[in-house]
């Protein structure tokens, strides 16, 4: 396995893991906080909008953010860090192996790499990620 193989195939793996593991807390601590059994598990319910409260679905970066900071944590906040966290790893993996095609003195593979990057950041940016 080359240097760029083992360095991006652990980044995959534990940004995915990472990534499973706080959509889980998310998710299970939401769970806790509501009850399983409670109207807030119903899906039409979910997404009607609401006049006050917290958003059963974060449609920003900021919305995210604004979760986080509230007290206490809300946890649907916190599974999509999980979501966002996923979709960030490829691009982290990406953004790496410039580095290590560079330090090998590849080039090409290199710039492919910093194109590649360059529209994996994009396509996040106006898919409303940003």
């Known amino acids: 396995m080359t240097p760029v193989e083992r360095i991006v195939s652990r980044i995959l793996w534990w940004g995915g893991v ?33 006049e006050a409260g917290p958003p059963h679905v974060f449609t920003s970066v900021r919305q995210v953010l604004e979760g986080l900071r509230r007290w206490p944590v809300d946890p649907l906040a916190v599974a999509a860090v999980g979501l966002l966290a996923l979709a960030c790893t490829p691009v982290a993996a990406v953004v790496v192996s410039i580095g290590v095609f560079l330090s090998e003195g590849d080039r090409r593979y290199a710039l492919i790499s910093a194109l590649l990057a360059a529209a994996l950041i994009g396509s996040l940016l106006m898919g409303g990620a940003g």
């Open 18 to 50: 990472a990534s499973i593991a706080l959509m889980l807390i998310g998710l299970v601590s939401y769970a806790v906080q509501v009850g399983v059994g409670s109207e807030s598990f119903d899906v039409p319910r979910a997404i009607e909008p609401r």
